[in-house]
């Protein structure tokens, strides 16, 4: 209302200009009147006998509309009038750093074209429109350090083309996250950091992948990942709810049942038990990014102590030792360490070698950290023991970081630290082919890969793995490898992650005490097992390039039956054992290619010729398995016949 009359008054005052400007026009004069300080004379030039606003500083138009307002860092000082929801083709609002207050008018939500809104940095008071769900192309928001208050409203979670980073850090706002934003794609970097939120941080979706940075600095808020759990009660809905145990036996994974999982897709069900668990597994090992100039040192040795339960921890730390080592592996990458400690961190995986994270160290920037586990760590024998377990990661990180191959996810620096180990790699953006074939996080819905693009994504796979088996002087192997392994980015293009880091971790744990848990799962068990050639199965097994050759066979078979490895969960076994008994039993093609590729019939040659290759890498006898240059070969020669 006042709006509308302020502009029903602008109208009135200046009858020569309503006939000549544009309605953008008037809608910026609006702005230019609710703006009463303008110490650097932006506006000055904004003249109402201008015929429209397009040469205004900060103006950008597309035929003859307002499509950006750019006014950033300018020291305005005044308030958002209404009016600017009359520039209805805008698709840019930039007034960030300067001193605006005041609410946000709700009238901008019907700025239905808006695809960047950025007023952090500004004085802004009040709550967040919830019709901002209305903005469906916004792709960019960021309401950072206002002064705006109230509940996160859930209708944010509706904007589906939200991308980078969605920032509502250093405001005012209280109540509890709404579970709602679970629903935010996972490539999207939340930072709610330095609010007033408090309550139990909801347990789905995607708020399961966020780091403990884009949480920290709400002293209300609990539960994983932070590092203070949900006491007793807590905001909770159903007290029959156990609290998440830092003692959790990790066997028992189903002891915490989550509310809002009955609505999930099975994956995604088991992606959250994992969490879980992995929740209160690491709830002890707290994320402290800032432990150098924290030192959180003592905090850690603490935590060691309550999981070892009685085993007495007898290391020795001298505190400000100089045993640090930061390393970049190319000279083009300048990073300081203090500034990758204090990027924003978020969670984008987790296993049993430690957690990933992607961490933002510039606008379109990001690096994946892989902070190693310290599970089996924390039971030195001294200085002596130190120096070796140095000497040995220097050694491992380095080979790793000799590894250059375009399928294969380049390190870029590494520290050691004794209560810290960090791999700096490359982000690759696009998730992995286990979620492109599977579904599950980050894409819940993903379309299917077409043929072509999984043709590809094998025969880089082979190259990288090929690259791996012959770069070293020594017979190298990764060990690991299986669709989870496996990154896409945005071209689809295939990297191989994870080489090295088994040797890494067998060669720079310190010893365990008999009796202590073991890092590295007993091989024949566990989800993974699917990947393990028959020969590898035994306890104690070495693994081999024969091994590396069957796990590909596998992510092969995987690639083109579009089922996952371990198999489908209904009595049909492993996946392996399934495609080959469908095979010996001559079962016709479409009854084993993904439903999805079958309408993509000019590919049936290529797709059984891929078949055969698969077929070949997992031969029970390891004697038997091509090596992986000539599975390069023969994948290239499918590529090649048409
Ligand atoms: C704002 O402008 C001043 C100079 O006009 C510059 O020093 C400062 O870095 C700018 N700040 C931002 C955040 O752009
Ligand atoms: C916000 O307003 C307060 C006074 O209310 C002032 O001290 C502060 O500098 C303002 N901040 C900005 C960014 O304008
Ligand atoms: C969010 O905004 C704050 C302040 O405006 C900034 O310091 C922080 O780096 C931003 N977060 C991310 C993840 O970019
Ligand atoms: C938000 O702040 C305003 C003052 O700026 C206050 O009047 C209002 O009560 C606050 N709302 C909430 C929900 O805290
Ligand atoms: C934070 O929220 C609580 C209620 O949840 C309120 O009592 C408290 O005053 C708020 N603190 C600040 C600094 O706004």
Known sequence: MVGFSTFVTLL???????????????????????????????????LDSDPDPCGWLGVTCRGGRVTALALSNRSLEGYLPSELSLLSSLQTLSLSHNHLSGPIPTTITALRSLVVLDLSNNNLSGPIPAEIGALGSLSHLDLSSNLLNGSLPPEIAALLQLSGVLNLSCNSFSGQIPPAFGTIPVAVSLDLRQNNLSGEIPQVGSLVNQGPTAFAGNPGLCGFPLKNPCSDGANKQDPNIPLPNPNLNPSSPTSRPIEAEKRLRPAMTVTILAGAVLAAIFSILVLQWQFRRKRAAGELKASTKVKGGSTAVTEHRREGQSEEIYVAVDGRFDLELEELLRASAYVVGKSRSGIVYKVVVG??????????????????????????????????????????????????????????????????????????????????????LPWAARLAIVQGVARGLTYLHECGPRKSVHGNIRSSKILLDDELRPYISGFGIARLLSGTQKF???????????????????????????????????????????????????????????????????????????????????????????????????????????EPDPEMRPRMRAVVESLDRVGSAR
């Open 363 to 448: 606008p379109g920037s990001a690096l994946a950290v892989r902070r190693l586990s310290e599970a089996a760590d924390g039971e030195g024998d001294g200085d002596g023991d130190d120096w070796r377990l140095r000497r040995a990661f220097e050694s491992e990180a380095a080979a790793i970081g000799r590894v250059s191959h375009p399928n294969v996810v380049s390190l870029r620096a590494y520290y050691y630290a004794p209560d810290e180990k960090l791999l700096i790699y490359d982000y690759v953006p696009n998730g992995t082919l286990q979620a492109a074939l599977h579904g599950g996080q980050p894409n819940p819905t993903v379309p299917a």
């Open 512 to 618: 365990t005490h008999s009796g202590s848990k073991k890092l590295v799962a007993a091989p024949g068990r566990g989800p993974h097992a699917a990947y393990l050639a028959p020969e590898a199965r035994a306890p104690g097994a070495a693994a081999t390039q024969k091994g590396d050759v069957y796990a590909f066979g596998v992510v092969v078979m995987e690639v083109v039956t579009g089922r996952p490895a371990a198999g489908c969960g209904d009595g049909e076994g492993e996946l392996e054992g399934w495609v080959r008994r469908a095979f010996g039993e001559e079962r016709p093609l479409s009854e084993v290619v993904d439903p999805a590729l079958l309408h993509e019939v000019h590919a049936k040659k290529q797709v059984l010729a891929v078949f055969h290759v698969a077929l070949g890498c997992t």
């Open 12 to 46: 009135l005052f200046l009858p020569s200009l309503a006939a000549s400007l544009t309605t953008d026009g008037l809608a910026l004069l609006a702005l230019k009147s609710a703006i009463s300080v303008d110490p650097t004379g932006a506006l000055d030039a904004w």
